[in-house]
């Protein structure tokens, strides 16, 4: 079964399409339920926090940068727990440590990548994802409530905005899209996870950091890709799915 496939066994599978029919609408109303409670939470906790270090901090833009800040850093983290804890092999050994992360990250993002459609693998969890929130949330408040608790806040809270661009560009065909940047974003995931992309393009709202790393989407298939009449080699999501 694909839930039982590790990253240490397999790799990054490619897309396996059988030919049957795929319902995006209702992988979307999955998805989507899957998110609401992290969106909830998560902003709710943000707002909160904004709210109390308005009313405590020496000065109101003090906390209102500390949660820019947190927004700032969010595109970093996204690269880097893409790229090293979602792509990354963990096999297992003999060392807890080592057999702790097999356990909890060999298979992470496995089946988003052999079914990039599917509604149950599009989006992270209350259950994936809270108990290493709490557990930084509760860290920071070592720091003054205006500071660096709110950092964390606006970490997280951009985190919920990456994860409703990543429902969109899964779930939006590109027809409905409008703007240069839901159109570039949407290639830009579009293409890796296509058999050439697997390897680059782990930027999920942005390609910055990909250019900072070199994983950038090599030249000649970004001339394809983003032209005005684009024609890339990228995975099909569905038949629905513009390729």
């Given amino acids: 079964m694909a839930s039982e496939k590790k990253k240490s066994e397999v790799g990054i599978p490619r897309v396996t399409y059988s030919g ?25 906790y943000g707002a909160a926090l904004l709210g109390l ?14 949660l820019l800040s947190g927004f700032l850093t969010w595109p970093f983290v996204e690269y880097w727990a893409h790229r090293y804890m979602l792509h990354h092999p963990f096999p297992d050994g003999a060392g807890v440590v080592t057999h702790w992360a097999h356990k909890t990250m060999d298979h992470l993002h496995v089946n988003h990548h052999l079914r990039p459609w599917d509604g149950d693998h599009i989006n992270g969890t209350l259950k994936d994802t809270g108990l290493y929130v709490a557990f930084v949330c509760a860290l920071t408040f070592l720091a003054p409530l205006h500071t660096v608790p709110l950092w964390w806040a606006g970490v997280i809270v951009a985190y919920v905005a990456e994860e409703w661009v990543h429902h969109s560009v899964h779930f939006m065909p590109l ?22 992309g697997t390897n680059v393009a782990f930027g999920l709202t942005n390609g910055f950091w990909d250019i900072v790393f070199s994983t950038r989407i090599p030249r000649g298939d970004r001339a394809r890709i983003y032209g005005k009449k684009p024609r890339p080699e990228v995975a099909r999501y569905s038949e629905q799915r513009a390729a």
Avoid: M
Wanted: charged share 25%.
């Fill in 20 to 44: 049957e029919r795929i319902d995006l609408a209702a992988e979307a109303r999955k998805a989507r339920a899957r998110l609401k409670p992290v969106t909830l939470i998560y902003t709710g």
């Fill in 53 to 66: 270090a308005l009313i405590s901090a020496p000065h109101p833009a003090v906390p209102v940068l500390w």
């Fill in 175 to 196: 027809y409905k899209l409008r703007g240069r940047y839901w159109r570039y974003i949407t290639l830009h995931h579009t293409y890796h996870h296509s058999p050439r």
